[in-house]
Structures are given as structure tokens and as C-alpha cells.
């Protein structure tokens, strides 16, 4: 039952009268066990020092109290909030790209021997001529004729006999040289020696190139925080007005919600509906803990 949380949670429970408080200041009655469990607060150290939302202190008693309703000092969790935030994973940069050489094969003539003098001779040149020569000149001459038969006029056989005989000349072929070009020395120009060799040139020199890298961004998940936790005055449903139909309209209510509730138990609140309770009241940022009417309120309760 409720009030079965309100003492697990140190609630102070106040009927709001003058009459009341004064009556706890003398510990007697009603008011006499509000007044104690005010105490035990103040021992935790949750009741003096706390400050609202506002950064005002939280009175040790409830404010603007109204008689005969019932108030509990109630914890509101921190909200907290999952934004997107960009941030630089990595800064701007320059780097230096080197492009080498690029070289392409031309052909060219190139001379492989310088163009020389020399001197050249030149022999002189001949002919072989034909002519006829005369050996031995042409005589007459008396020679003896030892096989001639001569006879006189009286038939006497003569033996030596002498003719008077021509003798011709003699001649006789002979080849001589003649000079026909006399020898001679001539300078010579010797031309220079060329070869098509083909080789590798540089068509493009190597060459430095900047690159600029642009800075790197990433999305990231945050948690920030929207609210700082506080502790505040809850005007809360007393426990004559926390009926079975109460209970039930907060179970149902809940259920509508997407909560987990137990619909075993009827007319009252488990352990399972007092968390699924709990996880709406910090969903909506309500003090948790107890069944406050501004809790009542977001669930669409109306309770008299």
C-alpha cells in the first residue's frame, strides 16, 4: 500500500494548519509523527542545505501548505539529453606529393668519326708501245760458197767459189714503257662518320606538388545534462484518497503508457507497478517515489 512507501522513503506527511505544526513542535498527535520524521530527515543530512531548481534553500516544511492535504519531500532525478555533436577528428594538413621524371626514346644522328686529311699517291701510269727495230744493218759481201758446183767455159770443175751476196737487215719486235702520267701525291678529304642511335631523354623533370587535406569532422553522440537533480515539496494523495479505483486508474493508466504493470494484483500497487511508476515520473521529470498529484496529472487522473 502507499503508506507502506511513504515510511520506506522518510516522507513527511503534513496536514497543513498552523494548529499542525504547532502541535509538532510538541511532538503529540498526527502532526507529533510528521515532526519525527522530519528529524530523521534532518539526520540523513537531506533536509537542511538542498536547494530547488532555482538555487533557493528547500524549507524544512512544506510552503504554502493547505490544511488537510499531505506533502512528501520528493528526489527529481537529473534530465539528461542525447544530442549530435561535430567535432574535429583530425586538423587541417598539407602534404608533398612527388611526381617523378617522365622520359620518352628520340633518335638522333650523332657522329661517331671526325672528317680526316690524308695524303694519297698516285703512281704514275704507263703503256707497253711496240717497234720494230733494226738489229743489224743490210751488207753485201763476198762469201765462199763451198758447195756451189761452178764449171768454166772449159768445163773445169771450180771449187772456191766466192759470191758476191746482199745480206738484208736485220730487224726486231720490241715492247717498251712509256710514261703516260707522271706520278703525283694528292691530299684527301676523308668525311666524318655519323650513326642513328636511339636513347631515353627527359620529357618532364621531376616536380613537388602540395596537396591540402581539408580537416576531418565526425558526428557524436552526446549525453549532456538539462537539469541538475534537486529535491523539492510534493503535494502527494493521501492515503484516505488512495483508493482501489485510484490504484487502478494509475495501473491502467500506466499500461496505456507502454509500462509494465501487474495485472494480478487489483486495487493496489506492486513492486512492478511502483518501477514502472518510477520510470514514468523520471521520463516526465517528477519527483519519484511517491504518487503526486502533478504525477496523477500527467496521467490523465483525476482524483477529488
Keep these: ?20 505544526f504547532v502541535s509538532t513542535a510538541q511532538g503529540g498527535g ?15 543530512g537531506k533536509a537542511h542545505g538542498e536547494c530547488d531548481k532555482d538555487g533557493r534553500p528547500i524549507a524544512d516544511l512544506p ?11 520528493v528526489f527529481i532525478p537529473a534530465q539528461y539529453k542525447t544530442i549530435t555533436e561535430r567535432v574535429m577528428v583530425k586538423d587541417a594538413s598539407e602534404s608533398l606529393e612527388i611526381i617523378p621524371a617522365e622520359y620518352k626514346w628520340v633518335e638522333e644522328r650523332v657522329m661517331v668519326k671526325e672528317c680526316s686529311k690524308q695524303l694519297e699517291q698516285t703512281p704514275a701510269e704507263y703503256k707497253t708501245e711496240e717497234r720494230t727495230v733494226m738489229v743489224k744493218p743490210g751488207h753485201s759481201g763476198w762469201v765462199l760458197e763451198k758447195t756451189a758446183r761452178c764449171s768454166t767455159g772449159d768445163s773445169k770443175e771450180v771449187r772456191d767459189v766466192y759470191c758476191l751476196v746482199n745480206t ?19 691530299e684527301v678529304i676523308i668525311p666524318a662518320e655519323y650513326e642513328t ?28 545534462l538539462v537539469c541538475d537533480a534537486m529535491t523539492k515539496w510534493e503535494h502527494i494523495v493521501c492515503k484516505e484518497k488512495a483508493t482501489a479505483d ?21 486495487g493496489e500497487l506492486t513492486p512492478t507497478d511502483w518501477n514502472a511508476l518510477t520510470e514514468f515520473q523520471v521520463k516526465n521529470r517528477i519527483g519519484v517515489g511517491e504518487l503526486s498529484y502533478e504525477t496523477l496529472a500527467k496521467l490523465g487522473i483525476q482524483v477529488q
Excluded at 500500500?1 to 499542525?20: E, F, P
Excluded at 507529533?32 to 530527515?41: D, I, S, T
Excluded at 620529357?203 to 553522440?221: G, L
Design 246 to 266: 485510484t490504484m487502478n486508474k494509475v495501473k491502467a493508466a500506466l499500461a496505456k503508457a507502454g509500462y509494465k504493470t501487474d495485472a494480478t494484483a487489483n
Design 30 to 44: 498526527f502532526f507529533g509523527n510528521c515532526g519525527k520524521c522530519a528529524q530523521k530527515q534532518s539526520k540523513c
Design 168 to 186: 738484208p737487215p736485220e730487224y726486231k719486235t720490241i715492247q717498251s714503257k712509256c710514261l703516260v702520267k707522271p706520278a703525283c701525291v694528292r
Design 197 to 224: 642511335v636511339r636513347r631515353q631523354v627527359v620529357a618532364c623533370p621531376a616536380r613537388t606538388k602540395k596537396i591540402c587535406h581539408a580537416a576531418e569532422f565526425e558526428d557524436i553522440q552526446k549525453t549532456v
Design 1 to 20: 500500500m502507499l503508506v507502506r512507501i511513504l515510511n520506506k522513503t522518510c516522507a513527511l506527511m503534513c496536514c497543513a494548519a498552523l494548529a499542525g
Design 63 to 73: 510552503p504554502n501548505a493547505v490544511e488537510g492535504e499531505c506533502y512528501a519531500k
